[in-house]
């Protein structure tokens, strides 16, 4: 399908020091390129397989040799041909594995946009199919079966898809600006708090955005019923796909072990105590009037306390009993982007409210964004509660078998 394929390769340079700080990186094309750029001889890099995949089976993942002698070159013109495959060094020597970070950061952010986009279309289907699927007489009372977008429970599936895609879609673009505003505020203070909110939010958007569109996904299947489950529908493959999101680029264990001991327990917990005082502002701008926004803000404000409640735990334990803090890693990256994004909820409610208060003309839509945000913050929201007590309770039973025992 194309000229030349180049690889970008980490690997060792002899004599390098041991272990991360001793990988370099390189480039390694199949094909040799001439200084003036014509393609010239193989080189010694070799796809042996391509993996058989759970999902994304367009992208495909393989097993490359390199050197194994399978197309020997000659290292100089005129030279005697020898296993070994040829490669161009990027940078500066033992430096590769900074490069990669590079690469890995930006890819962290993408990963987490991957998730938002196959959970949006896995909404869309199932909403598409809810219209269409006849099925069951309504609970109400009805004179034939009715559609099944007109029962109850599967309105809480959808409502919980729409909802966890529109939080964690939202919480992106806040981490998005805020890496705009770190590289182009002309205000060096600016800059610098974005950077730190940035670099705070990329292990949330990665590791929460992901997880959310498992469970998306996996919501759509049912929706679907039976035909959910026969590949044809489409809404497997959803399903399929999003499961390698929490697996590459870092696990999720790898991005809560980041958000954790980097992002929070190494200062104290003083950059995430300065993002919830800036939902505590959100918070003091919703007026209370009885209504969707004030049941939303009595749950947002309930996943603030629960956040810093096991924050405060979490850096009291940090510098004591680490596997008991590393213990609450995951739940505690699920809290802070349960939180996270019913906070965008919350701030979407507001500003709709006051756009519909203004006479808005796109009334249906501002309605539907308070109906959702509202959904997030009564089935959402309070898993925060329950994520607390794994994170301050619940080391004790996670680490409660020894080894043997399993
Ligand atoms: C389809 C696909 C494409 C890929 N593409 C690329 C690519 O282009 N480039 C590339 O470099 N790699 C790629 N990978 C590799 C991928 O990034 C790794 O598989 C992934 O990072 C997980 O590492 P691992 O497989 O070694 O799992 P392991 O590290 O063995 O993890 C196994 C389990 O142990 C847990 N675990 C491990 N260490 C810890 C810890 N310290 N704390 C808590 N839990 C822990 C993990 O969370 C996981 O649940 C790809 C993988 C797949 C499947």
């Known amino acids: 399908m194309a000229d030349n394929i180049v690889h970008l390769v980490l690997a060792r340079t002899p004599g390098a020091p041991e272990g991360v700080k001793g990988i370099s990186l390189f480039i390694v094309p199949k094909f040799l390129v001439d200084a003036q750029g014509n393609i010239?001889?193989?080189n010694d890099v070799f796809c042996t397989s391509v993996e058989h995949k759970l999902g994304i089976k367009a992208s495909p993942t393989a097993v490359l040799l390199y050197g194994d002698?399978?197309?020997p070159v000659a290292p100089q013109a005129g030279g005697a041909a020898a296993p070994g495959a040829i490669g161009w060094l990027v940078g500066e020597e033992n430096r590769g594995l900074e490069y990669m970070f590079?690469?890995?950061?930006?890819?962290?952010?993408?990963?987490g946009m991957q998730g938002v986009a196959v959970a949006e279309r896995a909404y869309q289907k199932a909403v598409q199919?809810?219209?269409d699927r006849v099925q069951s007489r309504a609970v109400e009372g009805s004179s034939g079966p009715v559609a099944i977008i007109q029962h109850p429970d599967v309105r809480r599936m959808l409502m919980t898809m729409r909802a966890l895609t529109e939080g964690a879609r939202a919480l992106g673009y806040v981490a998005a600006s805020a890496y705009d505003a770190a590289h182009a505020s002309p205000d060096a203070e600016t800059r610098k708090a974005n950077q730190s909110f940035y670099e705070f939010l990329v292990p949330i958007v990665k590791g929460f955005s992901t997880e959310m569109s498992l469970e998306v996904t996996s919501l759509g299947v049912q929706v679907h019923g039976g035909m959910g489950f026969i590949e044809e529908t489409g809404a497997a493959q959803y399903y399929r796909d999003a499961r390698i999101l929490t697996i590459y680029e870092g696990t999720t264990a790898i991005q809560a072990n980041d958000l954790i001991g980097r992002k929070?327990?190494?200062?104290?917990?003083?950059?995430?105590?300065?993002v919830l005082a800036r939902v505590r502002e959100t918070l003091s701008e919703m007026r209370e009037d009885g209504g969707d926004l004030s049941a939303i803000a009595q749950r947002l404000r309930e996943g603030v306390e629960a956040m810093e409640q096991s924050v405060a735990h979490l850096v009291s334990m940090g510098k004591g009993d680490a596997r008991a803090v590393y213990a609450g890693s995951v739940?505690?990256?699920?809290?802070?982007?349960?939180?996270?994004a019913g906070w965008q909820m919350a701030r979407a409610a507001l500003r709709a409210?006051?756009?519909?208060e203004a006479g808005s003309d796109?009334?249906?839509?501002?309605?539907?964004?308070?109906g959702t945000a509202r959904f997030y913050a009564d089935h959402v929201l309070p898993r925060a509660v329950a994520l607390q007590a794994s994170i301050v309770e619940g080391a004790a039973g996670t680490l409660a078998l020894d080894e043997a025992m399993f």
Do not use: H, S
């Open 353 to 356: 409210r006051t756009l519909l």
């Open 362 to 370: 796109d009334a249906a839509f501002l309605k539907a964004k308070i």
């Open 264 to 274: 929070t327990v190494r200062d104290g917990g003083q950059t995430v105590r300065g």
């Open 102 to 111: 590079v690469m890995m950061n930006a890819a962290r952010f993408a990963v």
């Open 40 to 42: 010239g001889a193989r």
């Open 69 to 71: 002698g399978k197309f």
């Open 331 to 340: 739940p505690y990256l699920m809290l802070c982007g349960t939180v996270l």
């Open 129 to 131: 199919y809810a219209r």
